[in-house]
């Protein structure tokens, strides 16, 4: 039986757990919520209180696996400190560790992004992603980075977010991929053992005013207003290298679509 390992069990990482105890896997789910604890042990994981910035503390059963799936935001507290930590836990040669990371590493401009632009810490987005994923590259032998567009999909949508509020830039182009897709696309990278870095983005890019106008009506959400503005940039992620490289097809092209499950 493998063995996975789920770094930070929110949103996205609670449900990868579930889809891999039901493939058989023995799974390790932390937290950082002590009262997390007993709910992940009820579902059948095995759970671990792992908080970043107790780099101290003996994670090591939590770390003998066949696969790490780092997920856990870019934003958090002593984020590359921890990583440090974990290098001194793991088998670095040997471990499939999946990052998910963000296509927010790329610049905010006019322009349409592959992951075969070339980044530094000079023109990247947001330069902690960058980081983060210049530091799994550099130690993690068997690496695969899932660049991640805003994650939406069930009770997580963008509408939700401006109720009674107002939407700038309405006619700016957005950026969204399904978790189901993402979770697809773990079991994908797995299954082809493909240590590679992939964007995970929908086809298709309505803007703001679209989407969320269609969103709100969807779900009797008020939204106050939406502004129209004409300097700014329409950043494009291109989210299709994983179809043509694995066999992975989006089951969400369009984020018009994710209400439809």
């Known amino acids: 039986m493998k ?6 069990c929110g949103w996205l990482g609670l449900e990868v757990a579930r889809t891999f105890l039901k493939e058989g896997f023995k799974v390790n789910a932390s937290t950082t919520n002590s009262s997390k604890i007993d709910s992940l042990k009820k579902e059948g ?39 440090e930590t974990i290098y001194t836990k793991i088998d670095l040669a040997n471990t499939h560790v999946i990052l998910i990371s ?5 610049p ?6 592959d992951e075969s632009y070339k980044l530094n810490e000079k023109n990247c987005g947001k330069k902690n992603v960058y980081l983060i994923e210049q530091s799994c590259k550099d130690k993690f032998s068997k690496l695969t980075i899932l660049r991640c ?8 949508f963008a509408a939700k977010y401006f109720e009674n509020k107002t939407v700038k830039d309405a006619n700016k182009k957005v950026n969204f991929v399904h978790r189901d ?18 964007n ?6 309505p803007n703001k005013k679209e989407l969320y106008s269609f969103q709100a009506k969807n779900k009797q959400i008020k939204i106050l207003n939406f502004e129209y503005t004409e300097n700014y940039n329409n950043r494009i992620i291109l989210g299709n290298k994983i179809t043509n490289k694995l066999n992975f097809k989006y089951k969400f092209d369009n984020p018009f679509t994710y209400f439809l499950v």
């Open 102 to 106: 963000s296509s927010s590493i790329y």
């Open 181 to 198: 897709d993402v979770i697809n696309a773990i079991n994908e990278v797995i299954k082809f053992k493909s240590y590679d870095t992939f």
């Open 149 to 156: 567009a805003g994650l939406m999909g069930y009770d997580r």
């Open 45 to 83: 994981f095995s759970s671990f209180l792992i908080d970043t910035n107790y780099s101290n503390t003996n994670f090591q059963s939590f770390f003998k696996c066949d696969i790490l799936l780092i997920s856990i935001p870019s934003s958090v507290d002593n984020f590359l400190n921890f990583l």
């Open 108 to 113: 905010n401009e006019n322009n349409s992004f």
């Open 200 to 205: 995970l983005c929908s086809k298709e890019h």
């Open 3 to 8: 063995t996975i390992s789920i770094l930070g």
